[in-house]
């Protein structure tokens, strides 16, 4: 399971409704509860590949960015309609940072990766080893925590 993570109401233009809590899980559906009953407002299905979501999702606006096992989705806070699903390579654990009006996350082929809000692939990067956690956007920059055999 993936971090959960809040979502105030009124957080963005289209997300009207009440607070949700938004729930990435390994079978690799993304719900939306209502944190005060428990109670479904949305479900999106990624592709499960061995599993689905285990990365910590990330609120823009009136969306919510996912990282999937396979690439990135982006959903409509509102009633989880699926914007965009981009397949990258398979990841786990790696969350998403948006930074410098790009999406940036890594997969397990040591690759980082930079998509537009519209889904596009902006770029790629070939890292060392593998990132275990969403790059920190800092500055006019990324920081990267890599993790190699022995190190990181």
Do not use: K
Not at 2 to 24: I, M, W
Not at 121 to 149: D, F, I, K, N
């Amino acid at each position: 399971m993936a971090p959960p993570v809040g979502v105030e109401t009124g957080s963005g233009p289209g997300a009207t409704g009440p607070t949700r809590l938004v729930v990435g899980c390994a079978g690799g559906a993304c719900t939306a509860l209502h944190p005060s009953n428990g109670t479904v407002n949305w479900q999106a299905n990624s592709t499960l590949d061995g599993w689905g979501i285990t990365g910590a999702p990330l609120v823009d606006g009136d969306h919510v960015v996912v990282p999937t096992r396979t690439g990135l989705m982006r959903l409509c806070l509102a009633d989880g309609a699926v914007a965009f699903q981009t397949d990258l390579g398979n990841g786990w654990r790696n969350g998403v940072t948006l930074h410098d009006g790009a999406y940036w996350l890594s997969d397990e082929a040591s690759q980082l990766w930079s998509v537009a809000v519209d889904g596009t692939v902006l770029e790629t990067h070939t890292l060392s080893a593998s990132l275990r956690h969403a790059p920190v956007s800092m500055g006019g920059g990324l920081l990267l925590h890599v993790q190699e055999t022995s190190l990181s």
